[in-house]
């Protein structure tokens, strides 16, 4: 699922925030979807949103249903591993763009106050 959440989300979008001499050289999860089934970017797209649903899906039917030799520690630590790169690579590379969202939502949670009353 990682693979799924941290490829181009908005395929235009992360096109153009890649330098030229990248540009050649990364193919993106929804472009080879549309070269071997001879989709459209829109079907591609759709159905790599339907891959990270399923793969949400088992993960939380595993975590329903632990198996017996797998502790569930180790579950919740791989729930919220998959929870933060959803977080992080949603709707842009939060990862290598961190500059943007990702530094209001990490100063957001580590060093503003929240009041509780």
Not at 109 to 114: A, S
Request: net charge negative; charged share 25%; with cysteine.
């Amino acid at each position: 699922m990682v693979h799924y959440l941290t490829d181009p989300s908005d395929h235009n979008l992360s096109m153009s925030m890649l330098k030229e001499d990248e540009k050649e050289k990364k193919a993106t999860l929804v472009e080879c979807y549309m070269k071997q089934y001879d989709v459209s970017q829109q079907e591609a797209a759709k159905a790599v949103d339907d891959f990270i649903e399923e793969d949400w899906m088992i993960m939380n039917e595993e975590l329903l249903n632990p198996p017996p030799n797998v502790p569930i520690q180790l579950l919740m630590v791989l729930l919220h591993f998959a929870k933060n790169m959803d977080t992080l690579y949603k709707d842009y590379d939060g990862y290598t763009h961190c500059d943007t969202n990702t530094k209001d939502m990490i100063t957001a949670l580590i060093v503003t106050l929240m009041v509780i009353s």
